[in-house]
């Protein structure tokens, strides 16, 4: 489908962030122009006129586990181990294939009607969860979960081959759960399918005291210091939330050029700590957004994570100019793209992929628009989002969803599902 978006300012990302004046032209899942109105324009099949809306290249989340959403706020302000281990666990272990297949078209019902256009996963049951991805229309990057619960290094690489041949919208990166999830023995198959594929290697990683503590006990360095002497970044990769980190571990991940994934929400709600995304700014470490699963966030708004990305470092900083809001919008649209390899994802530019956010300017929010880009980091909301579009298809518009499936089913078989396993 040929779509022309005129009438908008186009946010780019070459260089500093600026905006342009102009439209924007999509050509199946591509966008073919994007500049200055033009009296040449070809037939389209459709042409919105944005009214002066704000076109993004999508907010990436860079970390979640979509298939979590039956546990929102099932199992609130209880500590972390008994959260895991009376709470969520259990309730895992109940789950089929089919649930997996609702709760994450319920997740992508949230993504695409607050701006974001991929997510990069880790969970289970992934044959379930690709198809609702492609069924919907929406941009998934796996990543793998092995640990000594669950998985291998021969079946990572199936799925590997797999999944990354499949279709448009999927792709799968290597990694596993944890460093404190994962044997040494396992640890090190691992590290050598990765090495072998010369991939990138992704994981939870520095996330709590405990897990670095524990760490230091079983191999007398830290995490970080781990997988390195194992080769597991010798590819690149990144770690999740990456909140406790020493001197060497920062060094590590400047050497290996690590995506550092923070995801500051859930860190706050089960008291993890802030991470240090200014230092890692300092050191050219590049930083990427999540908001974790909806366990443990709970929403997956990505207003609400980018505004906390960067409060959290001015407390942190003690310094109102720490981590600047521009930045934020760059690691929230483009770094993320770039830790899940999505490179083609990252602007609005001819070629780029046509995965699109139109946010509505004329609202009270967002006025008077003296810097429209900080804007949408310190005053944006949800109620912005007039348009998601992913691979050239529109999935979210003016409050009703495109992804090929009834919502109010969607709302009531995953209420169901919860009170069978409650039942």
């Given at each position: ?7 908008a ?11 342009v004046s ?7 899942d ?7 109105a033009r009296?040449d ?6 042409e ?16 979640t586990h ?15 181990a008994?959260?895991?281990n009376?709470q ?5 272990r ?6 997996i ?11 695409v ?10 969970y ?5 969860a690709v ?9 998934m990057a796996?990543v793998g ?23 448009p919208l999927?792709?799968?990166?290597i ?15 691992m590290?050598?399918?990765a090495?072998?594929?010369h991939?990138?290697f ?8 405990g ?18 002497s194992?080769?597991?970044?010798a590819y690149?990769g ?9 001197e060497n ?9 690590l995506?550092a994934v923070t ?27 999540g908001?974790?699963?909806p366990?443990?966030?709970n ?8 505004f906390l990305v ?8 003690e ?11 760059k690691?929230?649209?483009v ?21 699109l ?9 967002m ?5 429209v880009?900080k804007?949408?980091v ?12 992913v691979?050239?298809?529109i ?5 009703e969803?495109?992804t ?5 089913k ?5 209420h ?7 039942a």
């Open positions: 489908m040929n779509i022309r978006l005129f009438n300012k186009i946010t780019q990302f070459a260089g500093t962030p600026h905006i102009g439209e924007v032209w999509t050509g199946n591509r966008i073919t122009y994007a500049g200055a009296e324009a070809p037939a389209f099949d459709r919105i006129d944005c009214r002066g809306g704000l076109l993004l290249p999508g907010f990436k989340n860079a970390h979509s298939g979590m959403t039956f546990l929102r706020s099932h199992a609130d302000d209880l500590p972390l008994e959260w895991l009376e969520v666990f259990p309730f895992e109940q789950l089929t294939g089919r649930d297949d609702t709760l994450v078209r319920l997740a992508i019902l949230e993504y009607s607050g701006g974001q256009t991929a997510m990069f996963d880790m289970f049951h992934l044959d379930e198809n609702a991805a492609i069924e919907s229309g929406f941009r796996l979960a092995t640990n000594d619960h669950g998985g291998s290094a021969r079946e990572t690489e199936r799925e590997y081959r797999c999944f990354n041949a499949l279709h999927i792709s799968y990166r990694g596993i759960h944890a460093e404190y999830t994962t044997s040494e023995p396992l640890l090190r198959e590290t050598e399918l090495q072998a594929l991939e990138p992704y994981t939870h990683l520095a996330e709590t005291k897990e670095v503590e524990g760490c230091y006990q079983r191999y007398g360095m830290s995490p970080i210091e781990k997988l390195e194992l080769g597991a970044f690149g990144g770690g999740f939330h990456m909140v406790h980190l020493c571990d920062f060094a590590i991940c400047s050497r290996r050029g995506y995801c500051p929400a859930s860190n706050l709600k089960l008291a993890s700590g802030i991470a240090p995304v200014s230092e890692f700014l300092r050191r050219g470490i590049p930083v990427a957004i908001t974790d699963g366990a443990s966030n929403c997956l708004d990505f207003f609400r994570e980018i960067t409060a959290l470092q001015k407390v942190r900083e310094d109102a100019a720490a981590c600047d809001a521009l930045e934020v919008l690691m929230a649209c770094n993320g793209a770039h830790a899940m390899r999505l490179t083609d994802a990252d602007d609005i530019a001819p070629g780029k992929l046509a995965d956010v139109l946010l509505d300017l004329h609202q009270p929010n006025q008077p628009e003296n810097h880009l804007n949408v310190y005053s944006g909301s949800k109620q912005n989002v007039r348009m998601t579009m691979a050239g298809r999935l979210y518009e003016n409050g969803f495109f090929g499936c009834d919502p109010e969607i709302y009531a078989d995953a169901a599902i919860i009170r069978r396993m409650e």
